[in-house]
């Protein structure tokens, strides 16, 4: 099962970090990433990694900003978020893959979305 936490209202400029727990499964042996989807459009990739944290792979729209990683000890995964802007508002989703987490792969286990909200 995978917990995600962290999200919250913040001002634009401003950085959040979430967190992505995962039980009942051996978290090192998968790729985890981030999916978002604001109202009223289609949920979208944010970034995402492979099993050992490495070659990480982002949106153009977060690049720079974004830092995905992922602690196997702890079983979580992590995504910074930095000079946060308005259109980042959405509900943030985890997911781990086995094959590790790029925009079009087959995603195993979802996690249950955190808010974040970014004013202006």
């Known amino acids: 099962q995978l917990q995600a936490s962290g999200g919250g209202l913040v001002q634009a400029g401003g950085s959040l970090r979430l967190a992505c727990t995962d039980s009942g499964r051996t978290f090192s042996m998968y790729g985890v990433g981030w999916f978002r989807q604001a109202p009223g459009k289609e949920r979208e990739f944010v970034a995402g990694t492979t099993w050992s944290g490495s070659n990480p792979y982002y949106a153009d729209s977060v690049k720079g900003r974004f830092t995905i990683s992922k602690n196997n000890a702890q079983s979580t995964g992590y995504l910074q978020m930095n000079s946060l802007k308005p259109d980042d508002t959405a509900v943030y989703y985890c997911?781990?893959?086995?094959?590790?987490?790029?925009?079009?792969?087959?995603?195993?286990?979802w996690g249950q979305g955190t808010l974040v909200t970014v004013s202006s």
């Open positions: 997911a781990v893959s086995r094959g590790g987490v790029r925009p079009n792969s087959r995603v195993d286990y």
